[in-house]
């Protein structure tokens, strides 16, 4: 599975990462994002989804950090 660290980016630049990853990795592959900037979770979700790709998990491990794990579509 890829990683993506995005904490200390704010969005539009996280969406523009997270989309850049997926386009490299074959259908089916998965992806976690590591993000800190709260506005980019729904952003990344939303987008993601409109391009068919699949949101599998986002969580809030801890205050402030966001985990989300994307399957390329």
Do not use: S
Not at 38 to 45: E, F, L, N, S, Y
Not at 59 to 73: A, K, N
Request: proline letters at 7%; one cysteine or more; aromatic letters at 6%.
């Amino acid at each position: 599975m890829e990683r993506l660290d995005l904490r200390g980016l704010l969005c539009p630049l996280t969406w523009a990462k997270t989309k850049y990853a997926l386009q490299k990795m074959r259908r089916g592959e998965e992806l976690f994002v590591l993000l800190d900037h709260r506005p980019a979770v729904p952003d990344i979700r939303r987008n993601a989804e409109e391009l068919g790709h699949e949101v599998l998990l986002t969580r809030e491990p801890e205050p402030g950090v966001w985990e989300m794990h994307l399957r390329r579509g």
